[in-house]
Protein backbone atom coordinates (compact mmCIF):
# COMPACT_ATOMS: atom_id res chain seq x y z
CA UNK A 1 0.00 0.00 0.00
CA UNK A 2 1.32 3.36 -0.89
CA UNK A 3 1.78 6.08 1.52
CA UNK A 4 -0.75 8.12 0.26
CA UNK A 5 -3.06 5.43 0.27
CA UNK A 6 -2.22 5.19 3.98
CA UNK A 7 -2.77 8.73 4.38
CA UNK A 8 -6.64 8.65 2.98
CA UNK A 9 -7.39 6.25 5.04
CA UNK A 10 -5.87 7.36 8.23
CA UNK A 11 -7.84 10.65 7.01
CA UNK A 12 -11.31 9.08 6.67
CA UNK A 13 -10.73 6.94 9.81
CA UNK A 14 -9.51 9.94 11.86
CA UNK A 15 -13.21 11.18 11.13
CA UNK A 16 -14.73 8.19 12.59
CA UNK A 17 -12.65 7.66 15.63
CA UNK A 18 -12.52 9.75 18.71
CA UNK A 19 -8.68 9.88 18.50
CA UNK A 20 -5.55 9.64 16.40
CA UNK A 21 -4.10 6.84 17.77
CA UNK A 22 -7.12 4.24 17.37
CA UNK A 23 -7.07 5.65 13.37
CA UNK A 24 -3.40 4.70 13.18
CA UNK A 25 -3.85 1.45 14.86
CA UNK A 26 -6.73 0.76 12.44
CA UNK A 27 -4.47 1.82 9.17
CA UNK A 28 -1.65 -0.22 10.44
CA UNK A 29 -3.99 -3.46 10.52
CA UNK A 30 -5.30 -2.69 6.93
CA UNK A 31 -1.93 -2.44 5.58
CA UNK A 32 -0.79 -5.85 7.08
CA UNK A 33 -3.81 -7.20 5.70
CA UNK A 34 -3.14 -5.54 2.44
CA UNK A 35 0.16 -6.88 2.55
CA UNK A 36 -0.43 -10.36 3.27
CA UNK A 37 -2.65 -10.54 0.58
CA UNK A 38 -0.64 -9.24 -1.62
CA UNK A 39 2.49 -11.81 -1.03
CA UNK A 40 0.28 -14.81 -0.90
CA UNK A 41 -0.85 -13.85 -4.46
CA UNK A 42 2.34 -12.44 -5.76
CA UNK A 43 3.77 -16.12 -7.01
CA UNK A 44 0.45 -16.67 -8.92
CA UNK A 45 0.44 -12.69 -10.54
CA UNK A 46 2.26 -12.19 -13.42
CA UNK A 47 3.74 -8.81 -14.17
CA UNK A 48 4.11 -6.94 -17.69
CA UNK A 49 8.10 -8.82 -17.86
CA UNK A 50 6.50 -11.98 -16.89
CA UNK A 51 3.93 -11.81 -19.74
CA UNK A 52 6.52 -10.18 -22.36
CA UNK A 53 8.83 -13.10 -21.59
CA UNK A 54 5.51 -15.39 -22.55
CA UNK A 55 5.04 -13.49 -25.89
CA UNK A 56 8.29 -13.94 -26.48
CA UNK A 57 8.28 -17.69 -25.95
CA UNK A 58 4.87 -17.84 -28.09
CA UNK A 59 6.49 -16.31 -31.06
CA UNK A 60 10.00 -18.48 -31.05
CA UNK A 61 7.32 -21.23 -30.80
CA UNK A 62 5.19 -20.29 -34.04
CA UNK A 63 8.34 -19.39 -35.73
CA UNK A 64 9.83 -23.20 -35.25
CA UNK A 65 6.65 -24.90 -36.05
CA UNK A 66 6.24 -23.02 -39.10
CA UNK A 67 9.63 -24.31 -39.56
CA UNK A 68 9.06 -27.58 -38.75
CA UNK A 69 6.24 -27.78 -41.39
CA UNK A 70 8.27 -26.69 -44.00
CA UNK A 71 10.53 -29.04 -43.23
CA UNK A 72 7.94 -31.95 -42.98
CA UNK A 73 6.71 -30.59 -47.04
CA UNK A 74 10.02 -30.73 -48.34
CA UNK A 75 10.58 -34.39 -46.41
CA UNK A 76 6.99 -35.21 -48.21
CA UNK A 77 8.17 -34.32 -51.61
CA UNK A 78 11.32 -36.15 -51.36
CA UNK A 79 9.48 -39.01 -50.27
CA UNK A 80 6.80 -38.73 -53.09
CA UNK A 81 9.65 -37.99 -55.35
CA UNK A 82 11.57 -42.03 -54.34
CA UNK A 83 8.10 -43.55 -54.25
CA UNK A 84 7.21 -42.21 -58.13
CA UNK A 85 10.86 -43.40 -59.14
CA UNK A 86 10.67 -46.62 -57.70
CA UNK A 87 7.24 -47.31 -59.11
CA UNK A 88 8.01 -46.27 -62.47
CA UNK A 89 11.76 -48.20 -62.23
CA UNK A 90 9.64 -51.40 -60.63
CA UNK A 91 6.87 -51.49 -63.59
CA UNK A 92 10.12 -51.26 -65.92
CA UNK A 93 11.32 -54.12 -64.25
CA UNK A 94 8.34 -56.20 -64.70
CA UNK A 95 7.63 -55.30 -67.85
CA UNK A 96 11.07 -56.41 -69.00
CA UNK A 97 10.59 -59.74 -67.03
CA UNK A 98 7.53 -60.67 -69.09
CA UNK A 99 8.99 -59.88 -72.25
CA UNK A 100 11.70 -62.88 -71.48
Known amino acids: MTA?????IYEILGR???????ARVVVTEIEEI?????AEKKDTLATKEDIGKLQEDIIKL???SLKLQ???EKRFNQLTIWI?????A???IIIAVMKL
Not at 84 to 88: A, D, L
Open 84 to 88: VGTSI
Open 16 to 22: HFNNTED
Open 62 to 64: RED
Open 70 to 72: IEM
Open 4 to 8: AQSLK
Open 90 to 92: LGG
Open 34 to 38: IETKI
